[in-house]
Nanobody
Framework: QVQLMESGGGLVQPGGSLRLSCAASGSIFSFYVMNWYRQVPGKQRELVAS???????NYGDSVKGRFTISRDNAKNTVDLQMNSLEPEDTAVYYC???????????WGQGTQVTVSS
């Protein structure tokens, strides 16, 4: 059973930074794509960033230029560096790993990010 676990969430002031990590129970290279999603109560889950096995990345329009997704091979994690955080970035952030393209993949339990002064 594949398990994903997020860490690094917390409370940060507007303009600040946080780094989220997603640790996998197996090798992160076994995933075709690793995604970070976020969700606010009452709203649909939003795709924030994607890292495809070959290294290509994609970002949601609302985070382009502020967030960076990357892979830490030594730690076997996929990280999300979040800079210039805004109150609108407040959400539960989820890690998603897809092994078979087109499938829903595996999900972590989520980590809360709150941006507030």
């Amino acid at each position: 059973q594949v398990q994903l676990m997020e860490s690094g969430g917390g409370l940060v002031q507007p303009g600040g930074s946080l780094r989220l990590s997603c640790a996998a129970s197996g090798s992160i290279f076994s995933f075709y794509v690793m995604n970070w999603y976020r969700q606010v109560p009452g709203k649909q889950r939003e795709l924030v960033a994607s890292l495809i096995l070959g290294g290509r990345t994609n970002y949601g329009d609302s985070v382009k230029g502020r967030f960076t997704i990357s892979r830490d091979n030594a730690k076997n994690t996929v990280d999300l560096q979040m800079n210039s955080l805004e109150p609108e970035d407040t959400a539960v952030y989820y890690c998603n790993g897809v092994v078979i393209p087109g499938s829903s993949g595996y999900w972590g339990q989520g980590t809360q990010v709150t941006v507030s002064s």
